[in-house]
T-cell receptor, first 114, second 115 residues
């Protein structure tokens, strides 16, 4: 158990509303990631963080922003949700941020945008 | 560009038999990691096994082993003595050796274990 929680676990919202998803870890790992999972795809990286206030974009970052003001929390914000952002969102941590380190995933958040 | 390919969308296996899930990868980096994750119907992503590109021996974790053939760029997962609880989606992934160290995932293989 890597001590990762996500909230909320499920959310239904309407197009155009802002949405914030939270990822919380208990073990002070440096690297944190947000991925999304859609049918027919594996997981794709949205944004990642390599320290407090240090973030960068992934391959599907359009329409998303992130913040990390504390080591333990990594927030993903959809400024104005669209139906194409209906997905399952996973947070992950990497113990040392090297490519040989295992990433452990949170339980996921299922987001539906109507 | 780095890519992971899983060519088996779905597979069946009889309980107690072994099964191999295929994964091929493409990268020009000499250093990389290969991972397998299991996603049961409950939705969580469970880490199963890891293989480093410089590892000389194939990785094993209990009933899971990774058949690593570097020259062929394949990293197949072998599950021995299948159990009903092994029914799930299985994803192969590769780590990127850029500043993100993100994972690139394949599209997954759905395994169904028959009693």
């Amino acid at each position: 158990d890597a001590g990762i929680t996500q909230s909320p676990r499920h959310k239904v919202t309407e197009t155009g509303t802002p949405v914030t998803l939270r990822c919380h870890q208990t073990e002070n790992h440096r690297y944190m990631y947000w991925y999304r999972q859609d049918p027919g795809h594996g997981l794709r990286l949205i944004h990642y963080s390599y320290g407090v206030k240090d973030t960068d974009k992934g391959e599907v970052s359009d329409g998303y922003s992130v913040s990390r003001s504390k080591t333990e929390d990594f927030l993903l914000t959809l400024e104005s949700a669209t139906s194409s952002q209906t997905s399952v969102y996973f947070c992950a941590i990497s113990t040392n941020g090297r490519g040989t380190d295992t990433q452990y995933f949170g339980p996921g958040t299922r987001l539906t945008v109507l | 560009a780095q890519k992971i390919t899983q060519t088996q969308p779905g597979m069946f296996v009889q309980e107690k038999e072994a099964v191999t899930l295929d994964c091929t990868y493409d990268t020009s980096d000499p250093s990389y990691g290969l991972f397998w994750y299991k996603q049961p119907s409950s939705g969580e992503m469970i880490f199963l096994i890891y293989q480093g590109s410089y590892d000389q021996q194939n990785a094993t974790e209990g009933r899971y082993s990774l058949n690593f053939q570097k020259a062929r760029k394949s990293a197949n997962l072998v599950i021995s003595a299948s159990q009903l609880g092994d029914s799930a989606m299985y994803f192969c992934a590769m780590s990127m050796m850029d500043s993100s160290y993100k994972l690139i995932f394949g599209s997954g293989t759905r395994l169904l274990v028959r009693p």
